[in-house]
């Protein structure tokens, strides 16, 4: 019952805030399709992706603090992005999206290794190993930037990550890896479930830890990929909203996936909502918003079960 009214809530507060971004704070009647339309589309898809790739990473891991941004898997996406600027490779073609997706998805793989490449990983081990992938990554972002300057504000607005008009071609191939990366994970749903009885557990009961890991990371990797390609790296839309839903679903994955996409949804399209009400007629990259309301809360959830870590 609490989940039906978790979605009812969360969908009233979607189509409020989608309501709100496309028609309010001025503009003529003719601009509404052609830019605000696809910008709401944006962080629709963009929320629920980034949303239902948390809800994996911290059921995958078991460690309440994993998120696509500070794992590094954002900013796989955004090296991708800037790979696909070096290679002369253009924006939103088929290596483009084969460059982020990739990126995303090795990221993803290479903090795995390093926290449980030594056997038994830990919440500690996860974190410190996505830290030290994510600095790593975004500094050879930094460094591609410095080298080549002409491409500085195109890369940078993926850094960022900023909501703005995408055509409605990209908007479409970007929903298609979003769909794809959710409904693998829909498929992962069940063993997903029993790997959080623990590796040992799973593997009586049948599962393929390995195996079923990369999938899920490839499934994280899709809906990640779908989200960059859109808006850049957003950050903490995937730790806040699976929390919020874990609250009010359980922790069952499949219902989590779906309520967490949905909140997701409704929390991004708000955002930029918000951003246009509080800042027009300018706009700031709609990432800074959400790293103002993502940082207390992971500071809250680190304090709140610090026992837990150290």
């Not at 790593?136 to 930094?142: G, I, K």
């Amino acid at each position: 019952m609490k989940s039906v009214k978790f979605c009812l809530a969360a969908a009233i507060l979607l189509i409020a805030a989608a309501l709100i971004s496309i028609y309010g704070f001025g503009g003529a009647q003719g601009i509404i399709f052609k830019l605000r339309l696809a910008r709401v589309l944006c962080a629709l898809l963009c929320g629920g992706a980034l949303a239902a790739a948390g809800v994996l990473l911290q059921n995958l891991l078991k460690n309440p603090l994993a998120d696509p941004y500070i794992l590094g898997t954002s900013a796989g996406s955004t090296l991708g992005a800037a790979l696909a600027v070096l290679l002369g490779i253009g924006y939103y073609s088929f290596g483009f999206y084969v460059l982020i997706v990739g990126g995303a998805f090795l990221s993803a793989v290479l903090v795995c290794s390093l926290a449980y490449g030594g056997g038994q990983g830990s919440a500690v081990k996860v974190i410190l190993a996505g830290i030290a992938v994510n600095i790593f990554l975004s500094a050879l972002v930094m460094l591609f930037l410095f080298l080549n300057k002409q491409a500085y504000f195109s890369v940078l607005g993926f850094m960022l990550g900023s909501i703005t008009d995408r055509p409605f071609f990209v908007i479409a191939v970007s929903a298609g890896l979003i769909a794809a990366g959710l409904i693998l994970a829909v498929l992962l749903a069940r063993q997903t479930d029993i790997l959080a009885l623990g590796e040992q557990s799973a593997q009586v009961l049948g599962a393929d830890v390995r195996k079923l890991r990369y999938a899920v990371l490839l499934a994280a990797a899709l809906l990640v990929g779908g989200a960059v390609g859109l808006a850049g790296a957003i950050g903490f839309v995937g730790f806040i909203i699976p929390h919020i839903a874990r609250l009010l679903t359980g922790p069952r994955v499949k219902p989590l996936l779906f309520s967490a996409a949905l909140a997701g949804a409704a929390f991004l399209t708000g955002m930029e909502a918000l951003n246009r009400f509080l800042f027009y007629p300018q706009q700031i990259p709609v990432g800074i918003l959400c790293a103002l309301a993502g940082a207390p809360f992971f500071i809250w959830i680190l304090l709140k079960n610090k026992g837990d870590y150290f």
